[in-house]
């Protein structure tokens, strides 16, 4: 069984920086792609990044890209979600997710995913 906790959610103003991270416990994740969704209110979860424990291989949506960096600790066993120029329309709660089947045509797609954590709040104000 592998159990994942987020944190570092909060209110921030646009413009502003906030860095999440995943704490991941359990054997055999590692090998495993770890990868960050978010859902917005009223919206379905969507995939944010993904990293793959091995390579440190990293993977972003569009909408992202340039302004958010995933990487993992190793010792820590944590996966972290540095976010940058926050927007307004960044705001959702951001779960971490991994899984044993993850492949890459399955990245961004939450059904592949195993195991969740219980998400973190993330709101920016304008």
């Known amino acids: 069984q592998v159990q994942l906790v987020e944190s570092g959610g909060g209110l921030v103003q646009a413009g502003d920086s906030l860095k999440l991270s995943c704490t991941i416990n359990g054997r055999n994740f590692r090998g495993h792609k770890v990868a960050w969704f978010r859902q917005a209110p009223g919206q379905v979860r969507v995939f944010t990044a ?7 291989r990293t993977y ?8 958010f960096t995933i990487s ?3 010792a820590e066993n ?3 979600l540095q976010m ?9 709660v951001y779960y971490c997710a991994t ?12 059904a592949a995913y195993d195991y969740w954590g219980q ?8």
């Open 60 to 67: 972003y949506a569009d909408s992202v890209k340039g302004r």
């Open 50 to 56: 993904a990293i793959s424990w091995n390579d440190r």
């Open 119 to 126: 998400g973190t709040q993330v709101t920016v104000s304008s």
């Open 99 to 110: 899984g044993a089947r993850i492949i890459l045509s399955s990245l961004r797609n939450e």
């Open 72 to 74: 993992r600790d190793n």
């Open 84 to 92: 940058n120029s926050l927007k307004p329309e960044d705001t959702a």
């Open 78 to 80: 944590t996966v972290s």
